[in-house]
C-alpha cells in the first residue's frame, strides 16, 4: 500500500501559529510524500485545519517554515498556494449554485479567448479529468442540481484543472453518506496511485485506517503521535487523539425490557419531493430498549424522524402512539408533552439556535412552563439555577451560560441539545444521528448518557448512518432501505456483512 | 475605548450628513450656519418647540417600536401607514359612537380601539405569510393602500360630519370628537399630552417583551430559525402573525393618538395617507433603523427625528429655502447613519486584529 518511493513534495517545519489565548500549532512537523495519502487526524480544535490553513496562505505561521518539493517557499495567499499546485477541497463548498460545473470551474481563471469565455474547452479539459479519474460529471449541468457527492467532486474537478498536484481534503466524508464514501476513496486511491499527494483530514477513525497510508495524530496544537494503519487500530489511535483510554462502546447494563412506549404502525410518509419515502412501517419500542435504525442515508429515515416528531404529516391509515396515547393527529408540542424528545439529525438548523445563548438553548422547549415563567414573565432566577445545573451535569464547555451557542464546537453544541431534551425524563427519544461530526470524547459521554436514560425506562430509537454506533448502542436493530423495514434484528449475533446486505435491500 | 469609538461612529456620520446638508444649502445660495441654527432653534429652542417636537416624535417612536418587535421575529413590517389609519378609524368610530363616556374610561377606550385596529391590520398580512406564503412586504404595502382608501370611503360616507352634508361642502373629515376623548396634557397649558408617555413605555414595553418574556422568546426563536422553533413545539405561523398584529397594535396607537393628540379633534383626510399620517409610518421605520432596529434605542432615535422634522419648518422658514430639502437632509442622515453600520464591523475587525496582534507579540 505505502509508497515510500515518492518524492517529499511537502515538509512543514516546526509550524507554531498562535492566536489570542490558544497555541493553535505547536512546532508541528509535517510531510506529504508524492502518491501517498497522509491523514490528519484530531479532534475539533485540535489544530488540522489550522496547519492546513498556513499551507494555504490562509494564515501566516510565527514561526517555521514551508518546502515544497525541498525550496523554501512561504506561501502568501490561497492564490499563491494554488500557483504552487496546491489544491484544497473544503468541509463547506466554494460554488456557485446557479452556474454550471464549466463555470464553476472556469471562475477565477483566465480565459483562453479573453475578454469572451471558452467554456467549450473547460468543458473538454473537466471530461480529460473525468476520463482520468473516473469522476463522472456532465461540466454542463446546473450545480444546484446535483447532489452533495457530485458537488464534492465538482470540487475536486476543479482543483485537478488548476492542476494540484497536492491535494488536502478537510473532512471531506463529513457530507456524504457511506456509499458515495466508498465512491470518494476510489477516486483518491486512483490519485494518489499516479502520484499525487494527497492530505486527508478526519475524525472518523474507520474511514482513517481505510483509507491512509501513514497518519498524524495532532492533539491540543502538538503533533502526538505517527503510525500507519498496519501499526495501529482504532482504539489506539482514539487514545492518541484524545489523551486517555477511550470506550468505542459504551457498557449497556442488562435491564428488563417494559412495557411498549412508542408503537408505530403502517406509517406512510411522503418524502420532500412528493415520493412515498416511508412505506408502510411498524415497529414498537419498549420501556428499556434502544431501537437503532440503520440504512443508507436517504432511505426515509429522516422522514421516519419528522413523522414522530410531528414535523411532518403522515398518510391516513398510520398510528404513533406514546405510551398508550395515540398521538398521530397532534402538533409537535403536544407530542412534547405526551412524553416525547426529539434530538434532530440537522443540529444547527433544527436541534439549536446559534445566535441563541447557552441558556436560551436550553430553555428552547420549556421556556413557557411554570418553572421558568409566572404571569407571562420569565424568572430568570430559575432559569440560570436550571441552565447551570444542566451545564455542569452534561460537561458542556462553555465560558458562560450567556455565550452564544454558535461559538461552541459540535460536540458541546450536541451536549446542550442532549441535556434540554433528556432534563423531562422523556418517555420515548429519537436521536437521529446524535453523534455525527461530533469528539471522540463528546461522543462516548453522549452515548453514555443515552444509555443512563434506557437503564432508567425511556425507550429510545438511535438512527445513525455509522453502523459501529449502531452495533455498540442499540438492542435491536431495524434496517431500512427505501422506506420499508427491510428486517428488524438483535444486537447479539448481528454483523456489519448481515446488515450491509440488508441496507442494499437484499433479504436472506 | 474600543467599544466608545464604535458609538461615536453614528454621530460621526450624522455629522458628514449635515456637512452634506450643508453643502446643498450653499448650493441654493443660503447660510449654513444660519440655517443649521434655525432648525436647531425651532427643534428644541423653548419648551413649547421642545413639546412639539416631542409630539411630532410619538408616532415615530410607536411605529418604530412594533418595527423593532416585527424585525425580531424576522418579518418587515413596511405597514405602519395602513395601520396607523385602521387603528385611527377603530378609534375615531368608538369616540363617534360613545360621546358621552366620561374621560378616564374613553381615553383609555381609544387608545385600545387604536391599538386593535393597527393589530387587526397587521395580522392579515400576517396570517397571509404564514398560512398562504404571501411576501409580508408586499402585502403589507398594499395593505397601506387599502387602508386609505377605506378611510376615504368611510369619511365622505358614514363618517362624514353631518354638517358637511347639511351645508353641502361634503369636506371628508368628522365631526368634532367628544372632548373627553381628547388626550391630557402632561403639563398643563401645553403641547405635551399623555401619547408621548404612553410611546415611551410601549418602547419599553417592546423590549420587556422581547427580552423578558416566553412570548417573546418564541418571537425570537421563530425569527432567528424556524426550523429549530418548530422542532422545539414552538408554534411558528402563530408567532408570525403575532409579531405583526403586536407591531400594527403600536402604529394603531400612533393613530389613535394621532387623532386625539391632534387640536382639531376630528378625523381628517386630504385623500392621502400622509395627508393623515406625516408619513410617520415610514419615517419610524427610519427611526428604527436608526435606532440599530432595538426598542430602547430607538427612543432617542425617534426624539432626533421628531427634531429634524419640526427644525425644517424653522429652516424653511429663516432662509426661504424649499421644505423638500430638509426630506432630502433626512434621507442623507439616514444613508449615512446605515452605512456607518459597515464602517463600524470594519472598525471592529480592525481593533480585534490588533488586540490579536498585541497578544501574540505579549506570548513572544
Redesign the interface.
Known sequence: MATNTGEVMLEMRNITK????VLANDSVNFDVRAGEVHTLLGENGAGKSTLMKVLFGLYQP?EGEILLNGTPTKITSPTHAINQRIGMIHQHFMLVPTLTVAENVALGLKSGRRPLTDLKAVARGIADISDEYGLAVDPNVDIWRLSVGERQRVEIIKALYRKAELLVLDEPTAVLTPQEVDELFAILRDMRNSGKGLVFISHKLHEVMALSDRITVLRNGKVTGATTPAESDRSKLASMMVGREVKLAPDKPLVEIGKPRLTISNLSVDGDRGAVAVDGVDLEIRAGEILGIAGVSGNGQRELAEAI?G?RSVKSGSTISIDGKDVAGM???D??NAGLS?V?E?RM????????TVA?NL???D??SDE??AR???KFAEIETHCSQLVSDYAVKTPSLETPTSSLSGGNIQKIILARELANEPSVMIASQPTRGVDIGAAEYIHSRLVDARDRGMATMVISEDLDEVLGLADRIAVLCDGKVMDIVPVEGATKEQLGLLMAGVKS | MQRLFGAAVPLLAALVAFACGAIMLVAVGADPVEGLRALVDQAVGSGPRIATTLVRATPLLLVGAGITIAFRASVVNIGGEGQIVAGALLSTIVAIQLPNLPGILLVPLVLIAGALGGAVWGAIPGALKAYASVNEILSTIMLNLVAVQFMNFLLRGWLIDPLEVERGTRIPQTARLSENATLPALIPGSRLHLGVLVAVLAAIGAYVLLWRTPLGFRLRAVGHSPEAAKAAGIPVKKSIVTALALSGSLSGLAGAILVFGSESVRMVTDGSAAGFTGSAGFNGIVAALFGGLHPLWTIPSSFLFGGLLTGATGLQRALQVPAALAVALNGIVVIFVVSSAKVRTRLDQLANARSEMKEVLKDA
Open positions: 498562535r492566536f489570542p489565548g510565527e416528531a414535523l402538533d409537535t408540542r407530542r412534547r426529539y434532530p440537522e438548523r433544527d436541534g439549536a439556535i446559534g445566535d441563541f436560551e430553555i428552547l422547549v421556556h413557557g421558568f415563567s407571562g414573565m420569565f
